[in-house]
C-alpha cells in the first residue's frame, strides 16, 4: 500500500461497481460542523451487516485502519466519502475530536442511500486560550505500510481536532520548525526521540536542529543529551512513555524492556526533564494511564508538568488514532507553537483522554 495525501483534502474517491457484487448498495456519508454548516475532516467507522469494518475503496486513499482496539476499522475522509455495502444493518460512527460532540449511528441499508451527519460542538476552548496537541507521534516508523506525506500529517491533526502535532521522526521530514505545510487549524512539528535501550526514551520538542545519537545504550546519559537540548531557545525534553514495564532490571526481552525510564530519577534530579508523558499508549498501566509514579515524582518535590501523547505510527494498519491522548495548554487567542510548548513546559496545561 502506498499514500501520499493531497495538500488541500484527504481524498477518499467514490468507489465505483467495478468487481463489487450486484446486490451491493452505496452508501455516501458526508459530515459537517452543526453550526457553521462547514464540512469537517473527520474519523469514520463503518461496520457491515457481516460485522466487518469497511472503508472507502482503494484503503490506501483513505488511510484505513484495522484495529483491534477498537474491534472495528477507522478511516479518515474530509467531509465527504462512498462506500459499498452489503444490504443489511450496518453501524457507522463519525467524530472530529473531543470538542465536537461524537455520532454512533445504525441505519438498515436496502438500496442506494446518502446520509448527512451534522456535528454539534461541546466546547470550544481556543476562545479561552486553550489549544490542544499530541506531544508524541510518527509518521514514518519502522512496521508502516503507509507513506505519509505532510500534507497528511496535517490533514490527520485537523480530523482529530489537534491544534498541534509532534512528530518525533528524527532526519524525516526535519525542518527545523512548524511544517510550512501547517495549516491555521493544526501545527505540524517534526523533531527527535532518542532512544536508550537501557535509560529510556525521551521526545526533544521544538528543535531548531537534531541532536545525535538518535540511538544509544549505556552513554550517553539522558541529563547530558537534555543540556544540549535545552541549549536550544524553546526546546524541551519530555520523558516518554516511562512505564512500559514492571521489571526494571530486564535489559533485552523485548521492545517494552528498553523503553523504560531507567534514568529518571538521576534525570530529576539533573533537571533534564520538562514533562512527564503520563498518557501514552505504550505506557503499560491501566490503558497507558501513568499517575503513581508521577505522584510519586511530586512527592518527592520535582514539580514537573503531565503531558499527554499517543506514541501513534500512523503509517501502521493497526495502530490506535492520532490525538487519543492529548495535552491542553494556554498559549493565547492564536495559536503559536512556541507559546504552546512553554506553557506545556511551565505546567499551564491539562492532559486528557
Avoid at 526535519?174 to 493544526?186: A, D, R
Avoid at 520538542?205 to 552513554?219: K, Q, R, T, V
Amino acid at each position: 500500500l502506498h499514500l501520499i495525501f493531497g495538500c488541500a483534502a484527504i481524498a477518499c474517491p467514490a468507489v465505483t461497481a467495478s468487481g463489487a457484487s450486484k446486490d451491493q448498495v452505496k452508501l455516501a456519508l458526508m459530515v459537517a460542523d452543526q453550526t457553521t454548516g462547514v464540512p469537517l475532516r473527520a474519523r469514520f467507522s463503518v461496520v457491515d451487516c457481516n460485522g466487518g469494518a469497511r472503508c472507502p475503496m482503494p484503503a490506501d486513499s483513505c488511510l484505513f485502519h484495522d484495529s483491534s482496539w477498537a474491534h472495528r476499522g477507522y478511516f479518515y475522509a474530509d467531509g465527504a466519502c462512498t462506500l459499498l455495502l452489503d444490504p443489511g444493518c450496518t453501524l457507522i460512527g463519525v467524530g472530529a475530536g473531543f470538542e465536537h460532540v461524537a455520532v454512533s449511528d445504525t441505519v438498515e441499508l436496502s438500496a442506494d442511500m446518502s446520509i448527512t451527519y451534522e456535528l454539534a460542538r461541546c466546547c470550544d476552548l481556543s476562545t479561552s486560550g486553550w489549544w490542544c496537541g499530541d506531544v508524541h507521534s510518527h509518521m514514518c516508523h519502522p512496521g508502516g505500510v503507509y507513506e505519509i506525506g505532510c500534507c497528511s500529517m496535517v490533514c490527520l491533526g485537523e480530523a482529530e481536532g489537534l491544534g498541534v502535532v509532534n512528530v518525533l521522526d528524527n532526519t524525516h521530514g526535519f525542518v527545523g520548525g512548524v511544517l510550512p505545510e501547517s495549516s491555521e487549524k493544526c501545527l505540524v512539528y517534526i523533531t527527535e526521540e532518542q532512544r536508550s535501550s537501557v535509560l529510556g526514551h525521551t521526545g526533544y520538542l521544538g528543535l531548531s536542529g537534531l541532536i545525535e545519537p538518535f540511538n544509544s545504550g549505556w552513554a550517553p546519559l539522558i541529563s547530558d543529551l537534555a543540556d544540549d537540548v535545552h541549549c536550544q531557545p524553546g526546546a524541551a525534553v519530555v520523558c516518554a512513555h516511562p512505564v512500559t514495564t514492571d521489571d526494571f532490571f530486564d535489559l533485552d526481552s523485548g521492545p517494552s524492556a528498553t523503553m523504560l525510564a531507567r534514568e529518571l530519577p538521576v534525570g530529576l534530579v539533573n533537571g533534564a526533564y520538562d514533562a512527564f508523558e503520563i498518557l501514552s499508549y505504550s505506557n503499560c498501566h491501566h490503558e497507558g494511564r501513568e499517575l503513581a509514579l508521577w505522584y510519586r515524582i511530586l512527592n518527592c518535590g520535582f514539580a514537573v508538568p503531565a503531558c499527554g501523547g499517543t506514541d501513534a505510527c500512523v503509517n501502521r494498519l493497526t495502530d490506535r488514532p492520532l490525538g487519543g491522548y492529548r495535552t491542553y495548554a494556554e498559549c493565547g487567542a492564536e495559536l503559536d507553537f512556541e507559546r504552546w510548548l512553554s506553557a506545556v513546559a511551565a505546567g499551564r496545561s491539562f492532559v486528557t483522554n
